[in-house]
């Protein structure tokens, strides 16, 4: 079993050079006109790389460019948006039924309290409507900006298929099902595999940990409760330093917060998986990933290659947003002019 996961991870590079063989950075970012157009769509067949070539060409230019506008004023608006794009996309499918803002919204629910990352949505749509009006929607900008977001910190480019629909509905009931932090690797395998991904895509895509805080509240159960085995939740062991460094830290304020990658924190890389080797993943269920049989030998794989974890990441986060989506005549859903109320609210 051990010796079989690198061999998967070494066969996913394979595919993620096809999906993410432009390079990395700004320097290297492609737009429309410099992409070779494929022949056959790897995925839903009614989502396309070249949904927008016509309709929209300047779509992924205007996209970019604004990242790099609110990234350059807050770096730690990337992982805000990659945190939006799974929770949008792990509640119902991709179909940004979380940027809808009304009573009893997902993103009214308790689960999205700390979510951010909606007014970037919002500047980008509204730059948008006024190149191509009604056109875009806000699902595909949602996907493209966190994208752009990753590769902004240092991250690996993909190539984004389009033509994803938005949602008519959002229920807060729903965000329920999200994953805090807490859960065991077989939750969390259960979790992921019920929307079509598997045990690799949830070691790699827990690697956006990479960048990102949490709250002293979040961690609390982490770092003050269950240790030594006294609770009945999952809390493997963790660095004494460390915790040191977190009691203290979240001793006086809850609303504190603490980074996710102690080392690294403000750069997209494989740093995170080195932490767990060290017992210094901050949350419980980052931290079973090194402990548990079935994900530790790819943890390992990754800290050992850290290549690896680029080029996955990248085949990843292309499965994560083609989850559920609306797409194509026959499926319920619309392109919103304002991200934040469907249609027939505006």
């Known amino acids: 079993m051990k010796s079989s996961i690198p061999s998967i991870l070494l066969l996913a590079v394979h595919v993620s050079i096809v999906c993410a063989g432009w390079g990395q950075g700004e320097q290297d970012f492609p737009t429309f006109t410099t992409l070779p157009l494929p022949h056959t769509q790897p995925f839903d067949h009614l989502l396309s790389f070249d949904y927008y070539h016509q309709r929209c060409p300047q779509l992924e230019q205007i996209i970019h460019k604004k990242l790099q506008h609110w990234i350059a004023k807050d770096r730690t608006i990337a992982a ?3 945190r939006l794009h799974f929770h949008d996309c792990f509640v119902t499918g991709c179909d940004a039924s979380i940027l809808l803002n009304h ?18 949505i ?11 009006p009604a056109t875009v ?20 480019y993909w190539r984004v298929p389009y033509g994803r629909k938005d949602s008519l509905t959002s229920d807060q009931k729903d965000a329920e099902t999200l994953p805090t932090g807490h859960e065991s690797v077989t939750t969390l395998l259960e979790l992921f595999q019920s929307k079509g991904l598997n045990l690799v895509d949830l070691v790699v895509l827990s690697g956006a940990h990479t960048i990102g805080r949490t709250s002293c509240t979040a961690i609390q159960q982490r770092v003050y409760q269950g240790l030594n085995g006294t ?15 977190l009691q203290r830290k979240c001793k006086c304020a809850s609303d504190e917060y603490v980074d996710l990658d102690a080392t ?9 998986y080195a ?3 060290k017992k210094m993943g901050l949350l419980s269920s980052d931290q079973s990933l090194y402990s548990d049989s079935r994900t530790s030998p790819i943890v390992n ?7 690896l974890f680029r080029h996955q990441f990248a085949v990843s986060m292309v499965r994560l947003a083609n989850i559920q989506v609306l797409s194509g005549p026959h499926e319920a859903g619309e392109i919103r002019t304002n991200c934040n109320f469907v249609n027939s609210y505006q």
């Not at 009573?103 to 970037?120: C, D, N, P, W, Y």
């Not at 609770?231 to 460094?245: E, Q, T, V, W």
């Not at 794989?301 to 290549?307: F, R």
């Open 80 to 82: 805000s948006l990659l």
């Open 103 to 120: 009573e009893g919204s997902e993103r009214r629910a308790e689960e999205s309290k700390t979510l951010r990352g909606f007014q970037v």
């Open 122 to 132: 919002d500047d980008i749509k509204a730059e948008v409507e006024k190149s191509c």
């Open 137 to 156: 929607s806000c699902t595909d900008i949602l996907t493209a900006a966190t994208r752009d977001a990753t590769v902004l910190l240092g991250g690996p």
């Open 231 to 245: 609770s009945g939740m999952p809390n493997p062991p963790i660095d004494d330093r460390y915790l040191d460094y």
């Open 264 to 272: 690294t924190p403000t750069t997209f890389d494989s740093q995170f």
């Open 275 to 277: 932490n767990l080797e």
């Open 301 to 307: 794989a990754l800290i050992q290659t850290p290549s």
